[in-house]
């Protein structure tokens, strides 16, 4: 029998291929000639950079950039070698995680770092890209990033504003002149599966800025420089255009990334299916397993076990999913293509002995061969 497996991260216990290893040894102890395959799998969010890294053959880069408010951060992203693709999650750079509930305050936090990135992995060669832009701290609309590019983002007396949101107060005009001429030949895929637009009652600040520390008057004030942002943005570039979904993503990142680079938002759970070529695996599969550390009425938003199961019913291939808990609305699941779905805990427990990767394995993989002696 040819089975795929393709598993989310257990976030805090398992990378998406160890979770899939787990399953793989369960399936051979029952089975020692079948056909396993395990694939990394992510959804565009935290933990793609890994998974692809572990799954393809891949370089990892670290480095120092500029953190979300201006201190230097490590971090990392991973180049494709097959198809010289630089992988990044700007929460890297300029992710919620970075700061403390302390230090939350979009009208200082900056995406500069991003940029950074992006630009390393130019000068690397990259000239396609896949970005994830999920977990951000920041409102600044990209224009930190974009500064990193060589935009220049000018105030009245023709000097650059200040890093964050607060600095769109103060913009008068954007220059292109010192833009890195390389980026016009760079394509980006951005995985993003919000639809928010980049201002309004909908728009970034005022859905996603409390979580970022604004306050009702930040909110107010950041989408009224967001706006005027979005004019001035016309100016330069025939894309730009605030009411598309999706360019409130990140603190309007994605209005960046559209407005300013060649480039197009995609579901992340799908931009990571085509690289991996994950539909060939499918159709050759007699049963396809995913999963994820949690499945719950939210897993139907665009999270990669979805995308998995609604791809392997394209083909009508069986779909089993394993998960660390499961929620009295995860029922939700089997009307998007998981037929059926097994948490892993076997007793009462503890939350940090669940979470141990020896436990978490060992659950997993016992799991799935009790229900694989009903499969094989």
Not at 95 to 101: A, E, F, R, V, Y
Not at 181 to 210: H, W, Y
Not at 214 to 238: F, G, H, N, Q
């Amino acid at each position: 029998m040819n089975v795929l497996i393709a598993i989310d991260s257990f976030k805090g216990s398992l990378s998406s291929l160890q979770a899939g290893n787990a399953v793989k040894d369960a399936v051979l102890r029952l089975d020692n000639h079948g056909d396993v395959v395990v694939r990394p799998l992510a959804d565009g969010g935290e933990g793609t950079v890994e998974a692809l890294a572990e799954g393809c053959a891949s370089e990892m880069i670290e480095l120092t950039v500029t953190g979300p408010v201006c201190k230097p951060v490590a971090a990392k992203y991973c180049i494709l070698k097959d198809t010289h693709t630089a992988v990044i999650e700007m929460a890297s750079a300029a992710g919620l995680p970075l700061i403390s509930p302390e230090e939350r305050n979009p009208l200082e936090t900056t995406t500069f770092g991003v940029g950074e990135l992006i630009k390393d992995a130019m000068g690397r060669g990259c000239r396609r890209f896949i970005v994830g832009i999920g977990g951000s701290a920041t409102n600044d609309g990209g224009t930190g990033m974009l500064r990193a590019l060589g935009y220049d983002f000018l105030d009245r007396n023709n000097d650059p504003i200040a890093l964050g949101a607060k600095g769109l107060q103060a913009l008068h005009c954007i220059k292109t002149d010192r833009v890195l001429p390389e980026l016009q030949d760079c394509q980006f895929q951005i995985a993003c599966d919000v639809t928010n637009p980049l201002c309004g009652e909908k728009g970034c600040s005022a859905v996603f800025g409390p979580q970022k520390g604004a306050t009702p008057a930040m909110i107010r004030d950041m989408d009224t420089w967001l706006k005027s942002y979005a004019e001035l943005a016309k100016t330069v570039s025939d894309k730009a255009d605030k009411d598309y979904p999706g360019t409130g993503a990140a603190g309007g990142l994605g209005f960046a990334f559209l407005s300013f680079t060649n480039a197009a938002l995609r579901s992340g759970v799908e931009i990571i299916l085509d690289e991996l070529n994950m539909e060939e695996d499918i159709r050759n599969a007699h049963i396809v397993v995913t999963g994820e550390g949690r499945l719950d009425s939210q897993s139907v938003m665009g999270k990669a076990p979805i995308g998995v199961a609604k791809l392997a019913k394209k083909y009508g291939k069986r779909v089993i999913a394993f998960s660390g808990c499961v929620t009295d609305d995860a029922e939700i699941c089997n009307d998007h293509g998981i037929d059926a779905y097994f948490p892993i805990l076997r007793g009462i427990t503890t939350l940090e002995a669940a979470l141990d990767p020896t436990n978490a394995w060992q659950n997993l993989s016992a799991t799935a061969y009790q229900v694989f002696r009903l499969l094989l």
